[in-house]
């Protein structure tokens, strides 16, 4: 137990720690997301400017009207210096930064960089004056000669202008150097709003090189350490290598758990840094308290508890973990492991007593089930077989008896409804003959009108074929024979060349040697034809036809397969199982869904199967497989 103990205090340190460096890498985030929205609003302020009309307009006025409007848009941007760059002015040295380079190729763009005395003086003297701060000798920082830093930080942003005719660059920047509404913003973000409710002794610093230039770390009660500058050990990992430091760290005076962030200018160098950081002093005493809290626990609770266990031992845990030996060896299949005598006559003895006859009984029970095991998977693996082949043949007689009614009542309909039509056709037809007969040379003026009439007649006679085709297939032949499907395929194609031509359908063949099958020409023609025809219907104006022949036995049984496939969208997974039905069809006002129902009743006639599914890239595949001739002959 005190080691368990040593473990679960040294884990919680260490998780403790963790904590703590997990809190401080929080809020070194969000300074940097202030930061980077700092960056983002001031490029985001001068590109409005610079796309605004009236700086177009203001452009073209006099130098002096142009400089009141710039300052005017500088105090309400609240910026430190905002200017105008010509087109023709990119080219000097002084305008030589890649944020204003980006903005001359039309890209906004704001970045950190390190403007040098000279520049701050040439924005502006006072500019100069307020970048400029003393160092201040710092314990383990690297020694320098250096009595002031005069360089200023600078968010630094440049936009594009190219309004009524004006073009160059808009260019404008904050200063960051002593910059305290800044750092305390990031403060009170980080630190003041934190909503854990935790009041965290938390400071935040922006670090030009090794030096602080904007901070509110104190070096007495109401003086800020402006111009202190950090150890050198920090220096050389965020300045030097270029990587963030998470740990403790001493700041000033006194130890922190602090966070340095390094920051890269436009030329992407490491310029300076971004530190945020709380008092390690209340989390160390908290610690130790939760130290000595635990041991006093553990301390007391030993005290008590020890003596209570050696006296419950004899007594309890002897026959128990005797008990637990004789489960353990039943456990592992020793069904004969008894307890025997524990030496105890208490509930624990009785206990142990009870165990042993429940043992024997479990004995005798698993022999008589290991028995009536045996006999009991043979009667299941019997009555399974039953049931598997009794199942299927119920499913199959199922199927065919709803095909059956199905097709029985499309007959009987259909039947009716093709005789109904047909007398009101001959009607029309007869009329028709008699129109012409009665206006003889007169004929030409409606002779259009006539043959329009004709080729309706004609089309609903050949729904009608098809219905009663559909309906009573047996009626229409089956004049069978031994059939070669390669050279019927190449017929097909000739028939239907005019429609694919047109389409700009490429046709892919893969025709291997296959034996011939029994069916009536005409009719697996038809299927053929209604295949190809559906998928040029799928494929629109262009795609690829491929037709492929194959020998392919089923269950024993030799055969051909031929399969007819599209580049087209494929058929919806919800419409897969319907294309067959009678009457289905996607092609609304086109077709009469017979097609392919006709095919299906033809093909199975014929002993075959045809089948659809969609293609593993693109399109319908139909597969129409037929038994070999001679296996048709013999069956």
């Given at each position: 137990?005190?080691?368990?103990?040593?473990?679960?205090?040294?884990?919680?340190?260490?998780?403790?720690?963790?904590?703590l460096i997990a809190n401080v890498d929080s809020d070194?985030?969000?300074?940097?997301?202030?930061?980077?929205?700092?960056?983002?609003?001031t490029g985001t302020d001068i590109r409005s400017v610079?796309?605004?009309?009236?700086?177009?307009?203001?452009?073209?006025?006099?130098?002096?009207?142009?400089?009141?409007?710039?300052?005017?848009?500088?105090?309400?941007?609240?910026?430190?210096?905002?200017?105008?760059?010509?087109?023709?002015?990119?080219?000097?040295?002084?305008?030589?930064?890649?944020?204003?380079?980006?903005?001359?190729?039309?890209?906004?763009?704001?970045?950190?960089?390190?403007?040098?005395?000279?520049?701050?003086?040439?924005?502006?003297?006072?500019?100069?004056?307020?970048?400029?701060?003393?160092?201040?000798?710092?314990?383990?920082?690297?020694?320098?000669?250096?009595?002031?830093?005069?360089?200023?930080?600078?968010?630094?942003?440049?936009?594009?202008?190219?309004?009524?005719?004006?073009?160059?660059?808009?260019?404008?920047?904050?200063?960051?150097?002593?910059?305290?509404?800044?750092?305390?913003?990031?403060?009170?973000?980080?630190?003041?709003?934190?909503?854990?409710?935790?009041?965290?002794?938390?400071?935040?610093?922006?670090?030009?090189?090794?030096?602080?230039?904007?901070?509110?770390?104190?070096?007495?009660?109401?003086?800020?350490?402006?111009?202190?500058?950090?150890?050198?050990?920090?220096?050389?990992?965020?300045?030097?290598?270029?990587?963030?430091?998470?740990?403790?760290?001493?700041?000033?005076?006194?130890?922190?758990?602090?966070?340095?962030?390094?920051?890269?200018?436009?030329?992407?160098?490491?310029?300076?840094?971004?530190?945020?950081?709380?008092?390690?002093?209340?989390?160390?005493?908290?610690?130790?308290?939760?130290?000595?809290?635990?041991?006093?626990?553990?301390?007391?609770?030993?005290?008590?508890?020890?003596?209570?266990?050696?006296?419950?031992?004899?007594?309890?845990?002897?026959?128990?973990?005797?008990?637990?030996?004789?489960?353990?060896?039943?456990?592992?299949?020793?069904?004969?492991?008894?307890?025997?005598?524990?030496?105890?006559?208490?509930?624990?003895?009785?206990?142990?007593?009870?165990?042993?006859?429940?043992?024997?009984?479990?004995?005798?029970?698993?022999?008589?089930?290991?028995?009536?095991?045996?006999?009991?998977?043979?009667?299941?693996?019997?009555?399974?077989?039953?049931?598997?082949?009794?199942?299927?043949?119920?499913?199959?007689?199922?199927?065919?008896?709803?095909?059956?009614?199905?097709?029985?009542?499309?007959?009987?309909?259909?039947?009716?409804?093709?005789?109904?039509?047909?007398?009101?056709?001959?009607?029309?037809?007869?009329?028709?003959?008699?129109?012409?007969?009665?206006?003889?040379?007169?004929?030409?003026?409606?002779?259009?009108?006539?043959?329009?009439?004709?080729?309706?007649?004609?089309?609903?006679?050949?729904?009608?074929?098809?219905?009663?085709?559909?309906?009573?297939?047996?009626?229409?032949?089956?004049?069978?024979?031994?059939?070669?499907?390669?050279?019927?395929?190449?017929?097909?194609?000739?028939?239907?060349?005019?429609?694919?031509?047109?389409?700009?359908?490429?046709?892919?063949?893969?025709?291997?040697?296959?034996?011939?099958?029994?069916?009536?020409?005409?009719?697996?023609?038809?299927?053929?034809?209604?295949?190809?025809?559906?998928?040029?219907?799928?494929?629109?104006?262009?795609?690829?036809?491929?037709?492929?022949?194959?020998?392919?036995?089923?269950?024993?049984?030799?055969?051909?397969?031929?399969?007819?496939?599209?580049?087209?969208?494929?058929?919806?997974?919800?419409?897969?199982?319907?294309?067959?039905?009678?009457?289905?069809?996607?092609?609304?006002?086109?077709?009469?869904?017979?097609?392919?129902?006709?095919?299906?009743?033809?093909?199975?006639?014929?002993?075959?199967?045809?089948?659809?599914?969609?293609?593993?890239?693109?399109?319908?595949?139909?597969?129409?497989?037929?038994?070999?001739?001679?296996?048709?002959?013999?069956?």
């Open positions: 137990m005190p080691l368990l103990l040593v473990l679960a205090m040294t884990r919680w340190n260490a998780d403790y720690d963790d904590m070194l985030r969000i300074a940097q997301q202030y930061l980077g929205r700092i960056l983002t609003s610079a796309e605004s009309r009236l700086f177009g307009e203001v452009l073209r006025a006099p130098n002096r009207e142009k400089q009141r409007f710039l300052n005017q848009r500088r105090i309400a941007l609240q910026l430190d210096f905002l200017y105008f760059l010509p087109r023709e002015d990119l080219s000097v040295p002084t305008s030589n930064w890649p944020v204003i380079a980006a903005a001359a190729a039309g890209t906004l763009n704001s970045q950190i960089d390190i403007f040098s005395a000279r520049d701050l003086a040439a924005r502006s003297p006072e500019l100069q004056q307020r970048a400029r701060i003393g160092l201040i000798e710092t314990e383990a920082a690297v020694p320098t000669s250096r009595a002031a830093e005069d360089r200023g930080m600078v968010v630094h942003s440049a936009a594009p202008v190219t309004v009524l005719g004006q073009e160059g660059v808009l260019v404008g920047g904050i200063l960051l150097n002593r910059n305290l509404d800044f750092i305390d913003t990031i403060n009170a973000l980080v630190y003041l709003s934190d909503s854990a409710g935790e009041n965290r002794q938390g400071t935040a610093t922006l670090f030009l090189d090794d030096t602080r230039i904007s901070t509110n770390v104190r070096l007495f009660e109401d003086v800020r350490a402006l111009g202190t500058r950090v150890s050198a050990s920090v220096r050389h990992r965020v300045l030097t290598q270029g990587k963030t430091w998470l740990d403790r760290a001493f700041v000033v005076n006194d130890w922190y758990i602090s966070g340095y962030l390094p920051l890269t200018d436009s030329f992407g160098r490491h310029v300076g840094m971004l530190y945020v950081g709380f008092l390690e002093a209340p989390y160390q005493a908290a610690k130790r308290a939760a130290y000595w809290t635990i041991v006093a626990v553990f301390i007391g609770v030993l005290v008590i508890s020890a003596p209570l266990f050696l006296w419950l031992a004899k007594g309890i845990f002897s026959p128990l973990e005797q008990m637990t030996r004789t489960m353990k060896r039943v456990e592992r299949g020793d069904l004969a492991a008894r307890n025997g005598t524990v030496g105890s006559h208490d509930e624990i003895g009785q206990m142990a007593a009870h165990l042993d006859a429940l043992l024997d009984q479990i004995q005798d029970r698993d022999q008589a089930l290991r028995d009536w095991a045996g006999e009991l998977n043979a009667r299941v693996d019997t009555r399974t077989a039953e049931l598997r082949t009794a199942n299927s043949k119920l499913e199959e007689t199922f199927k065919q008896l709803a095909m059956s009614e199905k097709l029985a009542s499309i007959g009987e309909i259909t039947a009716g409804v093709a005789h109904e039509i047909n007398n009101p056709v001959a009607v029309i037809q007869g009329n028709v003959d008699v129109i012409r007969m009665t206006l003889a040379d007169h004929i030409t003026e409606i002779e259009t009108e006539l043959e329009l009439i004709d080729n309706q007649v004609l089309r609903i006679d050949a729904i009608v074929g098809k219905l009663l085709q559909f309906a009573r297939p047996a009626e229409f032949g089956t004049f069978e024979e031994s059939v070669d499907i390669a050279p019927l395929v190449e017929d097909c194609l000739v028939l239907v060349d005019h429609v694919l031509s047109k389409q700009n359908v490429t046709i892919c063949r893969d025709f291997q040697h296959t034996p011939p099958v029994t069916i009536n020409p005409g009719e697996l023609q038809q299927v053929v034809i209604n295949l190809v025809m559906n998928a040029a219907q799928a494929m629109k104006n262009a795609g690829k036809l491929g037709l492929r022949l194959t020998p392919e036995p089923r269950d024993g049984q030799p055969g051909v397969l031929l399969t007819v496939s599209d580049s087209g969208p494929g058929i919806a997974d919800q419409d897969i199982a319907a294309v067959f039905n009678p009457f289905y069809t996607t092609k609304r006002g086109e077709g009469t869904g017979l097609g392919l129902s006709i095919s299906q009743t033809l093909i199975q006639r014929a002993g075959g199967l045809i089948s659809v599914r969609n293609g593993s890239q693109t399109g319908a595949e139909f597969s129409i497989w037929l038994p070999a001739a001679a296996t048709t002959e013999a069956a």
